[in-house]
């Protein structure tokens, strides 16, 4: 029975253990999407419980400005690496210049949408850097349905 307690308590030690590999994660990450330009954006990430984390992208380009919020599931891969799974929702607003042209009718506006991701994340023992590669489907609902892929890679510094 004690053995059986012993075991029980080292093996929920080692999931918490590998859980996180730190609380918050400040820095910056780039984003490739069929539905839009590239952008580059601030990323933070931010563990709140367990292997739960929240991951918010504050970012653009040149015509374009957007906020994405994603619900994230870290899991143990090896000693250094994780492998991650998420969705959330994203928003933002687009200017696009018309150049005296008539025939364009649209020239800004807001959109909606929602994404899911998969990615890795490693994170330096050495020094507190984290870098993570995510891939995912995207989807705009508003102003108009449209699907598209993303794929972005982020660099952070990783607060223990």
């Excluded at 996180?20 to 910056?28: H, N």
């Excluded at 984003?31 to 918010?56: M, R």
């Amino acid at each position: 029975m004690k053995y059986l307690l012993l075991v029980s308590i080292l093996v929920c030690f080692g999931f918490s253990t590998h859980a996180q590999r730190y609380q918050t994660a400040l820095g910056v990450k780039a984003d490739y999407t069929t539905l839009d330009i590239p952008s580059a954006e601030l990323s933070l990430k931010h563990f709140f419980s367990g292997p739960s984390a929240v991951e918010v992208n504050l970012g653009g380009s040149r015509r374009y400005i957007w906020l994405q919020t994603m619900y994230m599931r870290n899991q143990f891969l090896t000693s250094d690496l994780d492998w991650y799974w998420g969705a959330g929702a994203d928003g933002g607003y687009w200017v696009k210049g018309s150049y005296g042209r008539t025939d364009i009718g649209t020239t800004q506006g807001f959109w909606a949408g929602i994404d899911g991701t998969i990615g890795l994340e490693y994170t330096f023992d050495v020094v507190p850097i984290n870098l993570a590669l995510d891939t995912g489907p995207s989807m705009r609902i508003y102003p108009e349905v449209k699907f598209g892929w993303m794929a972005g890679f982020a660099m952070r510094y990783a607060f223990r």
